[in-house]
């Protein structure tokens, strides 16, 4: 069972930016970044909560504000006209726990 998380910090510096991207993608987490500071996270470990991510994070994250929302039973909405591949991997990945139908 994935996990879904949202990750929001007050980077602005690019470098750091990068360093979150590797560190996602070494260590399997499916991720999303179309607003900024704004991440959107799944995980295939159920080990995974905001304080494990934390303490993962603390030193890609060091002297910035963040904070990290565990979502476990949710439906959302998205407007995003901009980015196919945004709304593509919200429907595919970050799947409502709702089963009814959720125009996308």
């Not at 879904?4 to 980077?11: G, V």
């Not at 979150?20 to 607003?35: E, Q, T, V």
């Not at 295939?44 to 979502?71: C, H, M, Q, T, W």
Request: charge should be positive; proline fraction near 1%; aromatic fraction near 14%.
């Amino acid at each position: 069972m994935s996990k879904r998380f949202i990750l929001s910090t007050s980077i602005e510096n690019k470098d750091v930016t990068l360093k979150l991207i590797d560190f996602f993608k070494s260590n399997n987490y499916g991720w999303a970044h179309h607003f900024d500071n704004t991440w959107l996270l799944t995980t295939i470990s159920n080990k995974d909560n905001p304080d494990s991510l934390r303490l993962k994070l603390r030193d890609i994250l060091a002297g910035y504000e963040f904070i990290i929302v565990e979502i476990a039973d949710f439906t959302w909405v998205a407007r995003a006209r901009t980015n196919g591949d945004f709304n593509n991997w919200l429907k595919d990945k970050f799947k409502s726990s709702e089963e009814k139908k959720i125009k996308y």
